[in-house]
Structure formats: structure tokens, C-alpha cells
Nanobody, 118 residues
Framework: QVQLVESGGGLVQAGGSLRLSCAAS????????MAWFRQAPGKDREFVAR????????AYADSVKGRFTISKDSAKKTVYLQMNNLKPEDTAVYYC???????????WGQGTRVTVSS
């Protein structure tokens, strides 16, 4: 069983930065991808960024490219999301997710709220 626990959310002014963390538990031999998603009030959940567990290959949503950076610390089983130049439209609950294969995300965290004031 895998557990994901996010932290690092909060209130920040536009242009500011936050770093989210996702601490994972469980055996890692079958982990494929870890990702961040977000859900803004009244909107569907959307993909933000992902990183492959073994090779560290990354991908980003167009809306965050150049501003957000996903990284991992394999020894700590932790994934990070460094968010710079935050905008009010980045306000959302951010979720960490783990995929064991290529089809779907198998585990989700409880979310951490990010609020960006203008």
C-alpha cells in the first residue's frame, strides 16, 4: 500500500513562490510516474507536471511551463513542485499522484491548498 502526503501549500501574493512536497511511503520498485494535479474552485482537476521515477523525465502543462519545476529525491521518496512567479489563476488544491503503469494514476494524496492573491 502506498500513502502520499502533500505539504507546503499556503497563501502567497502574485509573483511569489511556494514549494510543495509530496512524501510517499511504500516500496518503490513498481513506481512509474509521480505527478501533480490541481483543482480550482468550480473547475475540473487538471494535470500540472509529472516525473518518471527511474529516469526523472519531466513534462508540464503549458500553463506552468517556465514557472514550475518538478523534481524528486528518490532516497526520501519525495517529489517536489517548485512554483515561481505565481499567478491568481494558480489558486487551487494541489494533489500528488502516483502511477504504477502507463494507464492511470493509482494513488492520490489528500491535497494541499494554494491561494495566490492579486
Amino acid at each position: 500500500q502506498v500513502q502520499l502526503v502533500e505539504s507546503g501549500g499556503g497563501l502567497v501574493q502574485a509573483g511569489g513562490s511556494l514549494r510543495l512536497s509530496c512524501a510517499a511511503s511504500g516500496r518503490t520498485f513498481s513506481w512509474y510516474v509521480m505527478a501533480w494535479f490541481r483543482q480550482a474552485p468550480g473547475k475540473d482537476r487538471e494535470f500540472v507536471a509529472r516525473i518518471t521515477w527511474i529516469y526523472g523525465a519531466t513534462a508540464y502543462a503549458d500553463s506552468v511551463k517556465g514557472r514550475f519545476t518538478i523534481s524528486k529525491d528518490s532516497a526520501k521518496k519525495t517529489v517536489y513542485l517548485q512554483m515561481n512567479n505565481l499567478k491568481p489563476e494558480d489558486t487551487a488544491v494541489y494533489y500528488c499522484a502516483l502511477a504504477l503503469g502507463e494507464i492511470d494514476y493509482d494513488y492520490w494524496g489528500q491535497g494541499t491548498r494554494v491561494t495566490v492573491s492579486s
